[in-house]
């Protein structure tokens, strides 16, 4: 996902669990030349493989190879076996047991499992406020936790674009009925209880042009745990007796997904595409769309779902992600045995980078009114773009949003913040799917605007073209290019490991997407620095260009349009011609103008030799002692990177007196964050976080900031 510096409008809903997308993370630099060799090939017993040998973080121990199995199935084989451990003869670490378990065990739903099923990537964006050896325990409870579980991830390459014309949200469907058991394993639930039972989480979503299917367990259980989920691609039983309970679960999501005005626009703007591009597709489901419709056209959805599975659910458009501790010949003949059988149709792959400029219409570059469901004043500006995938080594969308979602000195949101007219800004795209398929590229600015700046909307929208305009007259500058390299490369080198299902799920959409050296690289490092590409992006966002959304409860009963699907209601205006050529024509203000060169981007990665006694590192030591403060030093012997954090606590009684109190307290810190905002920036974007926020101290009363910088 390519946002600068702010919260996500991450479009994607179609899950089967509640879990929560992972951050991507745009990292640089670190990478091998263009003409290095990065992988070797072999060939075994019908399988083809190659071990990846990827510029890579010094913190990423793991191994990788990719294989394609003679169903023309290709699987990235992760072994995460660590510094210090090791493989018996079998190739499985020396603590494993016999994956093998028995096969009732599917059938059995343990009542002990008290196992935590959430995993994630580590989060740098702040800290807990709670803090204290509770909040450590649970941090290595579950770094534990993610070191005995092994993951596996498959990605069939089809989603909604593919739905057909009839059944609008099949794709979907599907994705959900694939669970209701298989030939080998017809029990409804197998795979779940299975899951359940030792310790891990499985998860699906459909998206564009990919349906995802994810699981986590613990280590000794996930060759078994293969076997069942394998099934489900093999000869999965897809019965009628469970097409109306999944339809409904089907519908109840797209009933979750009502209230979320980033899904309501998103749906707007793919009615205002071409009239039968994929992109202006329902794409979600719901019980009109996948039951009553099809009905009373007389179409049978259970023979149409069938048709569908036969049709795309093909191995050779199909990648697998493992990842476990076992050595990765063991990981192969793993998968080769479990995952050949997936049948091939040999039909082709649907393509659908023909279908270019959805947008090309006339309901495209107007200004839409609409009523949102949280009270809120938003302006979401959105540009078409050609498809630009295959530019993933210069990512000229990045550079743009990196710039233009700036919030430092001569910035745009520098100045509409000095206004009083947004409280938050942000510039680029979601990610792969609605936003960035093989159709087209949407970049977008979303601002948060005050009600000052609801009423000043036409003084916004100008401040947005203007400092547009200063970034076209200045051209792309290749220095600001290589500092997002060298802030993203130094967040690459030092980056610390995702839990296993986070990986998988990361690394198998990105083997439809880039070739195998770039599977781990491609959709996080910038490459190649190309100004006449992202000077072509330029010209692509102009105001002429722009489709803007302006939500606000304000246009309650003004509104004379309906969307069909989400009965969204919104008005539409054209854009005079004085006013566009005003914009068109516009001079940018000396108030704009390209951030300073960031003078906290770090460069020297040495570490210093402890100077402590062996009996002064375990404890911190106390350097400074005054009349009102305390200063405390620990020096870390044990990770050694090149990280500081820093802890201050502002301790006061005066903050928990009375309610008022701790209202103004809330106050001061928005103050304070407000303040800091635009000097702090700088730090932030070189990877220096920053936070503070109340927190109460062990058996004291005594209440304070913590505020938090590392």
């Not at 280590?219 to 078994?224: A, L, V």
């Not at 007389?298 to 476990?324: A, C, K, W």
């Not at 620990?634 to 502002?650: G, H, N």
């Not at 903050?655 to 008022?660: G, K």
Request: negative net charge; aromatic residues 10%.
């Amino acid at each position: 996902m390519v946002r600068c510096h702010f919260q996500s409008i991450c479009f994607s809903i179609y899950r089967r669990m509640s879990h929560i997308p992972r951050k991507k993370v745009c990292k640089t630099s670190l990478m091998p030349s263009r003409n290095e060799e990065t992988v070797n090939r072999y060939q075994n017993n019908d399988v083809n493989w190659m071990n990846l040998n990827v510029e890579k973080s010094p913190n990423d121990y793991k191994q990788y190879r990719v294989i394609d199995l003679p169903n023309k199935l290709k699987a990235l084989l992760i072994c995460d076996l660590q510094s210090g451990e090791s493989f018996d003869k079998d190739g499985q670490q020396l603590d494993n047991v016999d994956p093998e378990t028995p096969e009732d065990d599917t059938r059995v739903v343990s009542d002990q499992d008290d196992d935590d099923n959430s995993s994630g990537c580590e989060s740098d964006d702040g800290i807990s406020s709670d803090g204290g050896e509770e909040a450590s325990g649970d941090h290595k409870q579950a770094k534990e936790k993610s070191e005995r579980m092994a993951a596996a991830a498959l990605c069939v390459g089809i989603g909604s674009f593919s739905d057909p014309v009839a059944f609008p949200g099949m794709a979907h469907f599907l994705e959900h009925m694939v669970f209701m058991g298989s030939e080998k394993y017809p029990n409804e639930n197998a795979f779940d209880e299975f899951i359940t039972k030792h310790g891990g989480q499985s998860n699906a979503y459909t998206n564009c042009e990919q349906t995802v299917f994810f699981f986590d367990i613990e280590r000794k259980y996930f060759m078994k745990a293969l076997d069942i989920w394998a099934q489900f691609f093999i000869n999965p039983l897809l019965k009628e007796d469970s097409v109306d309970r999944e339809v409904k679960a089907v519908d109840s999501e797209f009933q979750m997904s009502l209230p979320s005005d980033n899904a309501r626009v998103e749906q707007l703007l793919g009615s205002f595409a071409k009239k039968g591009h994929p992109i202006s597709k329902f794409m979600y489901g719901n019980l009109k769309s996948l039951k009553t419709k099809p009905q009373e056209d007389g179409i049978n959805p259970y023979d149409r779902l069938h048709e569908f599975n036969t049709r795309h659910y093909s191995s050779h458009y199909m990648t697998l992600v493992v990842q476990s501790k076992e050595s990765l010949d063991t990981l192969q003949q793993w998968v080769t045995d479990i995952f050949s059988p997936i049948p091939n149709n040999s039909q082709q792959q649907p393509d659908f980078s023909k279908e270019v400029k959805p947008f090309d219409t006339e309901d495209f570059c107007k200004l839409y009114r609409v009523v949102p469901v949280k009270d809120k004043n938003q302006l979401e500006i959105t540009w078409a773009l050609p498809n630009l995938m295959t530019q993933y080594r210069q990512k000229p969308l990045n550079y743009l949003s990196w710039l233009i979602g700036h919030e430092g000195k001569g910035s745009l949101m520098s100045f509409l913040r000095k206004k009083l007219w947004a409280l938050k800004l942000a510039a680029g795209f979601n990610g792969v799917g609605f936003d960035y398929n093989s159709t087209s590229s949407q970049f977008n600015v979303s601002i948060t605007l005050t009600d000052s700046g609801l009423d000043n909307l036409e003084q916004v929208l100008t401040a947005v073209f203007e400092y547009l305009q200063m970034l076209s007259d200045v051209g792309p500058q290749q220095w600001i290019f290589e500092e997002i390299q060298t802030i993203e490369a130094n967040d690459f080198r030092w980056k610390e490991q995702c839990d296993p299902i986070d990986n998988v799920d990361d690394l198998v959409v990105n083997m439809h997407l880039y070739p195998p050296e770039h599977y781990i690289t491609g959709d996080v490092l910038l490459f190649d620095f190309d100004p006449e590409l992202i000077a072509e992006c330029q010209q692509m966002i102009q105001p002429s260009k722009a489709n803007v959304v302006l939500l606000s409860k304000t246009h309650q009963g003004s509104c004379d349009l309906i969307e069909p699907w989400f009965q969204t209601k919104y008005g539409k205006e054209e854009f005079g011609k004085e006013q566009m050529n005003k914009w068109e024509t516009c001079t940018p203000g000396p108030e704009f103008h390209l951030p300073e060169k960031n003078q906290y981007i770090a460069k020297d990665f040495s570490l210093k030799p402890s100077d402590m006694a062996d009996a002064q590192k375990k404890l911190p030591t106390l350097i400074h002692s005054g009349e009102y403060s305390k200063l405390y030093y620990k020096k870390d012997d044990k990770f050694k990177v090149p990280k500081a954090y820093c802890y201050f606590y502002l301790i006061s009684p005066l903050v928990n007196v009375n309610a008022e109190n701790r209202v103004l307290f809330g106050i001061l810190k928005n103050i304070l964050e407000q303040n800091l905002s635009e000097v702090a920036y700088a730090a932030s974007v070189a990877q220096l976080r920053e936070d503070a926020g109340r927190t109460r101290g062990g058996h004291r009363e005594d209440t304070g900031i913590n505020a938090f910088y590392a």
